[in-house]
């Protein structure tokens, strides 16, 4: 796994191993303190901003410089650039600086393509949000968080804490990396708080006042466990949280104050960062001394960590005008080949449900399928349907991340299959019998011109034309009928192995989950 760090005048990428970690080259290309270093999607790529208002994008592999492109802004202190994000595909870059705005770059074309002004002071940190990326969030110096719509790149609204707690530098924030809690975001401010937002409804979901005895300068939220947090502070304290039971698990007490943290896609390594420029690796399966450390810079500070992402099977097709592809993503099917039909009747047998009965496999009928839910909404709509509820909830109204049964919704899903290849028999039934009706009432009154009038063959051959238009009209009706029928049916089919992929995703990661944390959290 690889590790990347802003320090200084650089940027710096580290090999970490169980073992040990190994420096593997150094970028300086902005001539300026580097503010923000981070991976994209499937850590190809190496975004770093400066205090200058630089922004470069380079081959992490390599070092290899793919552009530059600068901040606007008329004064040099508003041309800063505080944080840096890339959107789940990477096609979309989001930044945040000294002028109060965040915004949407546009990778392939290096320009502006959004500009929200969510602040008269600085925005400290942004990141994007939702399954769909449909937020980009950002906090500022006026302890507001701002949630920006992407579709209709207007501000949806705002996060803000209890005037009773007064108002405090917000000093990050960063969205959950767990597949099922892309609306979970977390945040630090100056007075040493720590709090979880949902962004779905926009409420507070835990709430931890003045936890860190100065400002908490970092977070980062767990990808295997959807309850698990890590805060560090100035005071020199990492601090785990369970979000859910909204308590303090344990804490790491460092000598060094602690200026940025990052946790691998493992779930058990964790990287502390420094304001003496050190990085420590620390196993959270137990140990309280770091596994080992190393120097990145002499005389600053280590201003932002992150962990590449895990390899994935994705072939990248956009292109940065250089030529190199980097900047979005399209995910290769494991089932090529398969029909649509064959992919869910192997996904049902493997459950031990056998394939539906089906009567007619080649007469498809007509399918009424609902479109897919919308995405969520900020504070206004309902969270997307990919995890389903759990029939276990706590009392404060969160769910229990107990490991759930996957019967009943196989089942629905046999269930809803089976219903509409009913629909789709009786259907074609029905239409067959009309078509039939229709060609014999056809031929009776051919039978009947022709005995009519078989003497003038001019009127016989005009009959015979007109009925043979007729019937290939129909013919072309029929086929045009039955392929729409056949695409709203391989529509209905994606959406229920969409759902039989997010099940199964879930329980395992449920599992995973529960297994994380009766080895990590010591039984109270």
């Not at 915004?103 to 769909?132: C, H, P």
């Not at 530098?169 to 977390?186: E, N, W």
């Not at 993503?329 to 056998?354: D, F, N, W, Y």
């Not at 039955?482 to 391989?490: P, T, V």
């Amino acid at each position: 796994m690889f590790l990347c760090c802003a320090a200084g005048l650089v940027t710096k990428t580290f090999e970490v191993t169980s073992e040990t970690i190994t420096h593997q080259r150094t970028l300086s290309l902005l001539n300026a303190d580097v503010s923000c270093a981070r991976y994209n999607h499937n850590g190809r790529i190496l975004a770093s901003s400066s205090v200058e208002g630089g922004i470069c994008l380079n081959v992490a592999s390599s070092g290899e410089l793919l552009s530059r492109f600068f901040n606007p802004g008329e004064a040099p202190a508003n041309r800063r650039v505080n944080a840096v994000q890339f959107s789940s595909g990477s096609r979309f870059l989001a930044s945040g600086g000294n002028d109060g705005c965040v915004r949407l770059w546009d990778l392939k074309t290096q320009e502006t393509m959004q500009t929200y002004n969510i602040s008269a002071s600085v925005v400290t940190s942004v990141a994007f949000s939702g399954y769909k990326d449909e937020f980009i969030v950002g906090g500022s110096a006026s302890g507001a968080i701002s949630v920006c719509d992407v579709q209709t790149a207007e501000t949806a609204g705002f996060l803000t804490v209890d005037p009773a707690h007064g108002v405090h530098k917000v000093m990050t924030i960063q969205a959950s990396p767990h597949p099922y809690a892309r609306h979970t975001l977390g945040s630090t401010y100056s007075d040493g708080s720590v709090r979880v937002w949902d962004l779905s409804t926009g409420q507070l979901k835990a709430e931890f006042v003045r936890q860190h005895e100065a400002p908490a300068t970092s977070l980062t939220l767990s990808p295997v466990s959807k309850v698990l947090l890590a805060t560090g502070g100035l005071d020199g304290r990492v601090i785990f949280y369970d979000t859910l039971q909204r308590k303090k698990l344990r804490s790491l007490d460092l000598e060094q104050p602690v200026s940025s943290l990052a946790l691998c896609a493992d779930g058990k390594t964790l990287a502390v960062g420094t304001t003496t420029g050190e990085i420590l690796v620390y196993d959270l399966r137990g140990a309280i001394t770091p596994l080992f450390s190393t120097l990145v810079h002499e005389t600053s500070g280590v201003h932002s960590l992150q962990f590449s992402p895990p390899p994935s099977d994705v072939v990248t097709t956009g292109v940065i005008p250089e030529g190199v592809p980097v900047v979005s993503a399209e995910h290769v099917s494991p089932c090529k080949g398969e029909t649509l039909q064959e992919i869910a009747v192997r996904k049902l047998e493997a459950l031990g449900m056998g394939s539906p009965t089906r009567k007619h496999e080649d007469k498809p009928g007509l399918v009424h399928s609902s479109p897919p839910s919308s995405p969520t909404r900020f504070a206004t709509r309902i969270a997307e349907p990919s995890e389903p509820a759990s029939p276990q909830s706590h009392s404060n109204g969160f769910a229990t991340p107990t490991q759930s049964s996957p019967s009943r919704p196989f089942a629905n899903a046999r269930s809803e299959l089976a219903t509409v290849q009913g629909s789709m028999d009786e259907r074609w039934q029905s239409k067959s019998s009309a078509v039939s009706s229709l060609l014999s009432a056809l031929s009776r009154r051919l039978s009947e011109q022709t005995s009519d009038a078989f003497s003038p063959s001019k009127q016989i051959n005009f009959g015979k034309s007109k009925l043979r238009a007729e019937v290939q009209r129909l013919r072309e009706e029929m086929e045009l009928r039955r392929q729409e029928e056949i695409d709203q049916l391989s529509t209905l089919l994606e959406n229920l192995m969409d759902r039989f992929d997010a099940i199964v995703e879930e329980n395992r990661s449920l599992r995973e989950e529960n297994e994380w944390l009766k080895s990590h959290v010591p039984a109270s």
